[in-house]
């Protein structure tokens, strides 16, 4: 009789998200059995079509601010809109997925005696006054300003966070994901890499806020699960926080330039007000990653932009 092997059981909350399916194809690719968990807020089915036959593969329509009962190993906790644009549309639901979601899903692991694992992100370093930001610079956040119910939501996660730890002896890693991009972003989602290769595919103008100083660092999607599945199986005194990113600055002026020459489009560039709270720069000091997950970004911003625009022109 062939051996019988147990699959991890890995919950991947946000699965239908752009990062969250792209992490769920990689953990089938890996043979665990993974549960998708996801309200469809800014999440979509045709993000995971290819892989909804595949018989380690489940998927939950289900908000996370709701407590969930199921047996998991592992839990990945991504459900949140990322974009300015949704998770302003609703910031109390912001800030409740943020915490109420983490305190649901932490529960659920201290329950399971699941590791867990937090996409937090670059924005608890608010608009930063250190460059590169290290996992030691505590930021500078406004509380009260219309990017507060992401940050200040995300921060209060990650409090949570080491509080299970630190209470419950429970296994956490907390992840500081810097801007991230690839196929499956949304098209609508308002971030820039998305709106560019939009516009330019349609022949609109390019739409750039302020002078187009502000500078980003642009991590390309297979890069960013590869660093969460690393992160996840660390062991479990690493708890983070650990910056995750591709430390090349880009300012957002020469991104623009650079998503018209490779879509070969006519569309010319416009500038647009800067956005409330709109941070000048943003770069990581990624050299934790690196010596505990032995991880750095493999893909470059000129391949990863031609993965990207070859997805958004099948849309069309
Ligand atoms: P996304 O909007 O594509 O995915 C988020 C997913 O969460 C969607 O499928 C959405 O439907 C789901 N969701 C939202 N609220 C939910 C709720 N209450 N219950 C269940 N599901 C819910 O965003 P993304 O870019 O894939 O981001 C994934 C995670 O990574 C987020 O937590 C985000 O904060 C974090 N992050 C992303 C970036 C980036 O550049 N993409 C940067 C930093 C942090
Ligand atoms: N941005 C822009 N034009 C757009 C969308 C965004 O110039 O059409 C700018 C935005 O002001 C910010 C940067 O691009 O300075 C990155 O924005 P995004 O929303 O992608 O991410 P975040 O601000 O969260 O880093």
């Known amino acids: 009789m062939k051996n019988f092997v147990l699959n991890k059981r890995v919950v991947v909350t946000g699965g239908a998200g752009f990062i969250g399916s792209h992490l769920c194809e990689r953990l089938l690719a890996d043979e665990s059995e993974v549960l998708c968990v996801d309200n469809f807020y800014t999440g979509r089915r045709g993000n995971v079509i290819e892989f909804i036959d595949n018989p380690l593969f489940e998927i939950s329509r289900h908000d996370i601010t709701f407590p969930l009962y199921i047996e998991a190993d ?109 196929p499956r972003m949304h098209p609508h989602d308002g971030r820039v890499i998305s709106n560019f290769i939009v516009q330019a595919l349609s022949g609109e103008a390019l739409t750039v806020y302020g002078e187009g100083e502000q500078t980003r660092s642009f991590c390309y999607v297979t890069d960013m699960v590869d660093a969460l599945v690393r992160l996840m199986n660390t062991p479990d005194e690493l708890t983070g926080p650990i910056n995750l990113g591709n430390p090349v600055e880009t300012s957002i002026l020469e991104l623009a330039e650079r998503i018209i020459e490779l879509t070969g489009s006519a569309s010319s560039i416009v500038h647009k007000p800067l956005p409330q709270d709109d941070p000048v ?32 022109r099948g849309l069309a």
């Not at 006054?129 to 956040?141: C, F, K, R, S």
């Not at 000091?285 to 990207?308: F, K, M, N, Y």
Request: hydrophobic share 30%.
């Open 74 to 182: 592992e839990i990945y906790n991504l459900a949140c809109p990322a974009s300015p644009v949704h998770y302003q549309y609703d910031p109390v639901q912001t800030t409740k997925t943020c915490v109420h979601g983490s305190i649901n899903m932490l529960g659920l692991a201290k329950r399971t005696g699941a590791t867990i694992l937090q996409a937090s992100t670059s924005e608890v370093y608010g608009d930063p006054e250190q460059h590169p930001q290290t996992e030691a610079y505590w930021g500078n956040v406004n509380p009260i300003g219309l990017r507060s119910c992401y940050d200040e939501g995300k921060r209060c996660a990650e409090t949570l966070f080491m509080d299970y730890h630190r209470q419950h002896g429970l296994p956490v890693k907390i992840a500081r994901i810097f801007n991230t991009y690839g």
């Open 281 to 312: 720069r943003r770069k990581p000091d990624i050299s934790a990653a690196r010596q505990t997950l032995d991880w750095e970004p493999t893909v470059e911003l000129a391949e990863g932009l031609e993965h990207t625009i070859e997805y958004f």
